[in-house]
C-alpha cells in the first residue's frame, strides 16, 4: 500500500494503517535522529516518538508536493534540533560532581581517540552545517532530498556541506599531523 493510501486511512480513523505507515518509516527517522541527536540512543528514541506525534497531529496539513517520508524529515530535523537546544539549555546549568576539579589536581591533557574528536566536532557545527552533514554523508540523502526537508534550495544544501567539512578538517587538523600535506 502506497503512502498516500495509508495517510488517507489513517485520517479516516484506520488504527492499523497509522501503524503500517510508523512501521515504513520509522527505522530512517530514528536514525536521521541519532545522527543528529550525537549518537544518543536515548534522546533519538525521544526525538523519533516526537516526530511522529507532530506528523500525526499535522497530518491533515501534508499536501503531498513532495514525499511523505521528506516531509517526515523534515520534522525529524525541527524536532531534533529543538530538542538539542533544549538539552543544551539544561546541561549548560548542571555540573557533575566527577568533572569537578579538586584545586590542588592539575589534569594531564592526553589526546582523545579519532573517533570521540569526530563526534565532538561533528556536535559543535552549527546546527545548519550539522544537519545538512549528518543527512548527507552520514545518512545518505541526496542534495534534492536535503533541500526539500530543511526548505532550502539545493545550492545551499551543497554550500553548507562544503563548510560543513571545511571545519571539520579545521578542527582535527592536528589530529591528522604527518597525514595531511
Do not use: C
Not at 517520508?69 to 546549568?93: A, E, Q
Not at 534550495?153 to 587538523?173: C, F, Y
Amino acid at each position: 500500500m502506497s503512502d498516500s493510501e495509508l495517510i488517507q486511512r489513517v485520517l479516516a480513523g484506520d488504527e492499523l494503517a497509522e501503524r503500517a505507515l510508523y512501521d515504513t518509516h520509522v527505522d530512517r527517522v530514528y536514525r536521521l535522529a541519532y545522527r543528529l541527536a550525537g549518537n544518543d540512543a536515548d534522546l533519538a528514541q525521544d526525538f523519533t516518538q516526537e516526530t511522529f506525534v507532530r506528523a500525526y497531529g499535522r497530518l491533515k496539513e501534508f499536501q503531498g508536493r513532495a514525499a511523505f517520508s521528506t516531509w517526515l524529515h523534515s520534522i525529524t530535523v525541527s524536532v531534533s534540533l529543538n530538542g538539542l537546544r533544549k538539552v543544551k539549555r539544561t546541561r549548560d546549568r548542571e555540573v557533575e560532581l566527577d568533572d569537578v576539579t579538586p584545586a590542588a589536581f592539575t589534569a594531564r591533557e592526553a589526546e582523545p581517540d579519532l573517533k570521540k574528536r569526530l563526534k565532538t566536532a561533528i556536535a559543535s557545527l552549527p546546527e545548519h552545517y550539522r544537519a545538512v552533514f549528518v543527512m548527507y554523508d552520514m545518512e545518505g540523502y541526496s542534495h534534492e532530498e536535503i533541500g526539500s526537508a530543511l526548505n532550502v534550495p539545493v545550492g545551499t544544501s551543497k554550500a553548507r556541506l562544503s563548510r560543513a567539512r571545511e571545519k571539520l578538517r579545521e578542527q582535527l587538523a592536528d589530529f591528522a599531523g604527518e597525514w595531511v600535506q
